[in-house]
């Protein structure tokens, strides 16, 4: 007697047909989980931030994920109550995400397989919280700050943006009439196919290279998009976290006018500086062995005869000592 096959799960027919699970770990209402289980820092860094800055319960909040690969952070923010868009480009991702959906009877969750180069607020309406992790710098550039303004219509309260950031400027080009700084990125090899490319769950779409910008280049961009504050969200700690990988929290708000200053109201806010920002406080600032020694044995007379001499030749900083804290010398 040949023994009948034995039936296979929804899981396992999800697998053959789109492959396994390749970064998100999401625990099943038996209690496996989608993949071997590990902890993901950043999905705690997310879910902390937005929960600490978006300002009335989760529940209440209406979230949109992009990119959302296996959509474990849309199902966290669904498994909070919260009503969940994700968005994502490749049908065997959209697949996963809605198995585990389905598995756990998340209703107010629902995922769209489109391109994020598509987001508008006409066609996908507003969001309280917003999500963008994984997925900036796998754009070229002008198509990200198109991304940029496609979030800030789409939001009405917070951006949350994970992504890699350039070191140093390397190549610079032109978007929304700006100069933009950072580095290309490869994604694809051009002679690839779009089946090819396809397959490749973690790089983008179509788009061969991408634009890492540097941090002020991104800083600019996100104040040009219209939001009104940004901050970098360092708690939840993430161990092993790369130097070049942030975690940004942008705010739309509106624009504060100052009222005890008008100096302060019209001011030009301008852009932040490319490069490394080397303002610091004289007394941090390294001095060699001839300066301690001419501070030491010098007399204060000719310390202070000299010191105009050396400001004026820039070999010191101005003087910004308050006068109430200047010692009389009579």
Same mark, same amino acid.
């Given at each position: 007697m040949i023994d009948a096959p034995m039936a296979i799960t929804e899981f396992e027919r999800i697998v053959q047909r789109h492959g396994p699970w390749t970064a998100m770990a999401i625990k099943l209402p038996d209690g496996s989980y989608t993949r071997e289980p590990n902890p993901d820092h950043r999905l705690r860094r997310i879910l902390q931030a937005a929960s600490d800055f978006v300002g009335k319960p989760l529940s209440q909040c209406r979230v949109l994920d992009l990119a959302c690969l296996e959509g474990h952070y849309a199902i966290e923010f669904a498994l909070h109550g919260a009503e969940v868009v994700g968005i994502e480009g490749r049908e065997a991702s959209v697949a996963k995400c809605n198995f585990v959906k389905d598995a756990l009877g998340l209703d107010r969750a629902t995922f769209v397989q489109d391109d994020v180069r598509n987001l508008s607020r006409e066609k996908y309406g507003v969001f309280d919280i917003v999500i963008c992790s994984g997925l900036f710098y796998h754009l070229p550039a002008e198509d990200a700050y198109r991304l940029l303004e496609a979030m800030h219509e789409t939001c009405s309260g917070i951006l949350i943006l994970d992504t890699f950031i350039a070191l140093s400027s390397q190549r610079t080009v032109e978007v929304h009439g700006a100069t933009?700084?950072?580095?290309?990125?490869?994604?694809? #090899?051009?002679?690839?196919? /779009?089946?090819? !490319?396809? !397959? !490749?769950? *973690?790089? +983008?779409? #179509?788009? #061969?290279? +991408? %634009? *890492? %910008?540097?941090?002020?280049?991104?800083?600019? @961009?996100?104040?040009? /998009?219209?939001?009104?504050? @940004?901050?970098?969200i360092l708690l939840p700690s993430m161990p092993g976290m790369m130097a070049d990988r942030k975690t940004y929290l942008a705010m739309k708000g509106k624009r504060v006018e100052v009222l005890s200053s008008e100096p302060t109201q019209h001011a030009t806010q301008g852009e932040v500086p490319e490069g490394p920002n080397r303002n610091v406080d004289p007394s941090q600032r390294p001095t060699g062995p001839i300066f301690h020694a001419a501070k030491r044995w010098l007399p204060q007379p000719v310390k202070d005869a000299i010191k105009p001499v050396l400001r004026a030749f820039r070999l010191l900083p101005p003087d910004t000592t308050p006068q109430f804290q200047v010692k009389s010398r009579r």
């Open positions: 933009r700084h950072g580095h290309v990125y490869g994604e694809h #090899d051009p002679t690839e196919t /779009a089946e090819e !490319k396809k !397959k !490749k769950l *973690w790089a +983008s779409l #179509d788009n #061969d290279a +991408s %634009f *890492w %910008f540097t941090e002020p280049s991104l800083i600019n @961009m996100l104040n040009s /998009a219209g939001f009104s504050s @940004m901050t970098e």
